[in-house]
């Protein structure tokens, strides 16, 4: 199965700050989703782009995807310390909705 | 509105032991997924349901089984627990639409010694 690799693996950074968090994958996808995971919880869908769209925001995300070089960059602006977690990029490119995972990405926002 | 909810959250087993992870949503899903997370590795894909009825492997079914007893409730078992089964266990529930996301359940903690 394809897995996303997210990068860098840990980030801080002071509140007010941005973070970008990127991830690449190896085969055709339907679409690519970002999950974010406090710790000692689930995870929480925040995003998905599918493969015909390059650009996506919601709020203080904003989604890229380039399907070309196999890679999208989640950019969180204005950090706040709520923002602290891990941050998951998953593909979808089988059926039944099934996705495949990266390690993650821990961010930590300094107050 | 509960979501997704798993029990138990934390469960320690000896090696050998058997025992039952409970899923249930109230978000008429109709597919339903177990995960695995471990350090370093993400999450990994055990078994999965489409529909009532129906059951797949993922990637790492080994040494595991599954129940789609009702459209709400996805039961994982462990018939004989060994320590590599120490992990987080996450329940997760979806439309069968591709382009809709999974909604996850807290975990259960689970250590084998």
């Known amino acids: 199965s394809q897995q996303g690799e997210e990068d860098p693996q840990a980030l801080s950074i002071q509140e007010g700050e941005n973070a970008t968090m990127n991830c690449s994958y190896k085969?055709?996808?339907?679409?690519l989703q970002w999950y974010r995971q406090n710790s000692g919880r689930g995870l929480v869908h925040l995003i998905l782009?599918?493969?015909?769209?390059r650009e996506k925001h919601s709020g203080r995300l904003r989604v890229t995807l380039d399907t070309s070089k196999k890679s999208s960059s989640l950019l969180i602006t204005a950090s706040r310390a709520a923002d602290t977690a891990s941050y998951f990029c998953?593909?979808?490119?089988?059926?039944?909705?099934?996705?495949?995972f990266g390690k993650g990405n821990q961010v930590v926002v300094i107050p | 509105n509960a979501g997704v909810t798993q029990t138990p959250k934390f469960q320690v087993l000896k090696t050998g032991q058997s025992m039952t992870l409970q899923c249930a949503q109230d978000?008429?899903?109709?597919?339903m997924y177990w995960y695995r997370q471990d350090p370093g590795m993400g999450l990994r894909l055990i078994y999965y349901s489409a529909s009532e009825g129906t059951t797949d492997k993922g990637e790492v079914p080994n040494g595991y089984n599954v129940s789609r007893l009702n459209k709400r409730e996805f039961s994982l078992r462990l018939e004989s627990a060994a320590p590599s089964q120490t992990s987080v266990y996450f329940c997760a529930g979806g439309a069968r639409d591709r382009h809709s996301p999974l909604h996850f359940g807290n975990g259960t903690r689970l250590t084998v010694t």
């Open positions: 782009i599918r493969s015909n769209e």
């Open positions: 978000m008429n899903h109709n597919s």
């Open positions: 998953a593909t979808d490119a089988g059926g039944n909705n099934r996705l495949a």
């Open positions: 085969t055709s996808i339907n679409n």
